[in-house]
């Protein structure tokens, strides 16, 4: 009702302001807060415990980072799921879908907020890696810096796929107790039945993600090994994402 | 503005909201009426795009919600107070809007002032706030992109009175410079105060709807003889909606024909009035004891709906 308007009204908000709105919502409650620094804390922890217990002549660049990866990669996903089912359990979604009606932008950007957040937890590994690397240097460690370029890259697949996998499990089932259970469960129970039952084991060898994303850990992989993760996303990423994309476009918020 | 056409919501075979009309002009308050239950929830999700409605359309400022590029620069929207993050201060919940709103930081801290949360409530988080506080958060939430038009659901809930009187004043001031106010309650005397149009809805329908001095007028003729079943036989031979009200008998008729009938029939009057606003308030408790289930005070009650509604 003022006559000074600081912004033409008409606007869309961009893409990328959305972004960093989720990027801070993210971090802007105490649950997210924690979760981030949880993470933070254990990659440090996995580091500081292979200096006291690795034998020193394993005490590399490439091997502090590579474990540090696995804890993170536990909760990454949890992060993805809160993201998204926060917004229907403190009932969020109302004022969000408000200000914003166009609610795949909304999910956009959570997903890139998301991603972003996955690869600043993997410079987060690395920094701790090299802390403790220079610490191993220091205390007689093997130290050693070598890295591929190619398993930098296979780490960043690594972490995405996991925070998107737990986005996709949130917005399918858009409930945080049963997203985060259904997330934990189901991939386990699928690894120990695709190991009990004879006849799916080859099945397994495509839809178990433990499994498929074991060769990420390499600086190597063939084709064979790219295929299987992709069709395991597939299954467990995109078919998710985007059945949970069409039911929160349909989902009445109250 | 507001112009809502024909919105209709089912589920499965019970219908929420049916074939509800009305416009909100701007420079006016609009009460939208009705019991818990009524539908007014549901309508209001459908104008802000967050309930797909069954039928009908509604537009704010000649668009449907959904197309509106950047909503709330254009519409402030208070649906539920306390839907929000326990988890975040108040400050931040407003700053996160402005930021998607792309409206500069500066608003906040001015928002919060004009709801009257002081700096020690802006830092508490959302969890520690009492339903007033978050009553007045909503507000500011609705009033940062400094919109043209406000719809509010029961925005009054858990204020204390000297809020309800501060934010009548609020809302009074908005629509006085041009702006466009919907605002929702299941109090009569709570929207009576700032509300120059009333939109009345029960079971999903609108009952009445006008301006609010027609509508307190047109409330029809409260009557008292002392053999109240001789009059009532009376008027009701005389083809006149009757119904018991807490001072008297309400009719839906002027009082010249109220006045005729008695005379008719031969009964000597005690009193002969317009009910004022108890006719209204009687309209609205038929409807609020229906909600709930209870057989109304007086089950022969007409509703003055095809009078009233335009």
């Known amino acids: 009702m003022t006559t000074t308007r600081t912004a033409p009204e008409a606007t869309r908000p961009s893409l990328v302001r959305l972004t960093v709105v989720e990027a801070r919502k993210l971090v802007d409650t105490r649950a997210g807060r924690w979760l981030l620094i949880t993470i933070g804390l254990v990659t440090a922890a996995v580091v500081v415990l292979q200096l006291v217990y690795a034998p020193d002549a394993e005490q590399t660049f490439a091997n502090f980072f590579l474990p540090s990866l696995l804890p993170v990669a536990l909760l990454l996903p949890v992060l993805g799921i809160l993201s998204i089912t926060s917004e229907w359990s403190q009932r969020t979604a109302l004022t969000t879908f408000a200000l914003v009606p166009r609610r795949e932008r909304v999910i956009a950007a959570k997903l890139l907020a998301l991603v972003a957040a996955a690869l600043v937890s993997l410079l987060t590994s690395l920094a701790v890696a090299a802390v403790g690397t220079l610490i191993a240097e220091a205390t007689g460690g093997a130290g050693g810096w070598r ?108 | 503005m507001i112009e809502v056409a024909q919105l209709t919501k089912r589920y499965g075979r019970h219908t929420a909201v049916a074939d509800v009309s009305f416009r909100c002009e701007p420079g006016t308050v609009t009460g939208f009426l009705g019991p818990n239950g009524a539908g007014k929830s549901t309508t209001m999700r459908m104008i802000c795009g967050l309930t797909p409605p069954t039928a009908g359309s509604a537009t704010i400022t000649g668009q449907p919600y959904r197309q509106l590029p950047n909503p709330g620069r254009t519409v402030g929207v208070l649906l539920d107070a306390s839907a929000q993050h326990a988890g975040r201060t108040g400050r931040e919940v407003l700053t996160v809007a402005a930021a998607t709103m792309g409206v500069h930081q500066r608003m906040v801290g001015e928002a919060l002032d004009r709801v009257g949360l002081n700096a020690v409530a802006a830092k508490r988080r959302v969890r520690a706030y009492s339903l007033g506080m978050r009553q007045r958060l909503g507000l500011a939430h609705a009033l940062l992109g400094d919109p043209r038009v406000l719809v509010l659901d029961e925005p009054a809930n858990g204020l204390d009175p000297e809020g309800i009187f501060w934010m009548r004043g609020l809302l009074r001031d908005f629509a006085d410079r041009g702006g466009t106010v919907l605002l929702s309650s299941h109090l009569l005397r709570e929207v009576e105060a700032v509300a120059d149009r009333l939109v009345v809805i029960g079971g999903g329908r609108i009952v009445s709807q006008g301006d609010k001095d027609e509508l307190l007028a047109g409330g029809g003729t409260l009557v008292r003889a002392r053999d109240r079943a001789a009059l009532r036989g009376a008027l009701q031979r005389a083809g006149l909606p009757v119904s018991d009200g807490t001072e008297g008998l309400l009719v839906h008729a002027d009082s010249e024909a109220v006045g005729l009938a008695a005379a008719t029939a031969g009964i000597a009057l005690t009193e002969l009035r317009p009910a004022g606003a108890g006719g209204l308030e009687q309209l609205f408790l038929t409807l609020t004891a229906e909600a709930n289930g209870s057989r109304p005070a007086a089950a022969n009650i007409s509703l003055p709906t095809e009078e009233a509604v335009r």
């Open chain 1, 147 to 254: 890295i591929g370029g190619t398993l930098l890259l296979h780490t960043a697949v690594f972490q995405v796929a996991n925070v998107l996998l737990g986005a996709g499990f949130g917005l399918l089932l858009l409930h945080t107790p049963l997203a985060i259970v259904t997330y934990l469960v189901l991939p386990t129970a699928w690894s120990i039945v695709g190991e009990l039952v004879r006849p799916l084991r080859r099945t397994a060898e495509w839809l178990d993600t433990g499994r498929t994303m074991e060769p990420l850990f390499t600086a190597e992989m063939t084709a064979g090994q790219w295929g299987r993760l992709a069709v395991s996303l597939l299954v467990w990423l995109v078919v998710p994402l985007l059945a949970g994309l069409a039911r929160t476009m349909r989902r009445e918020v109250a």
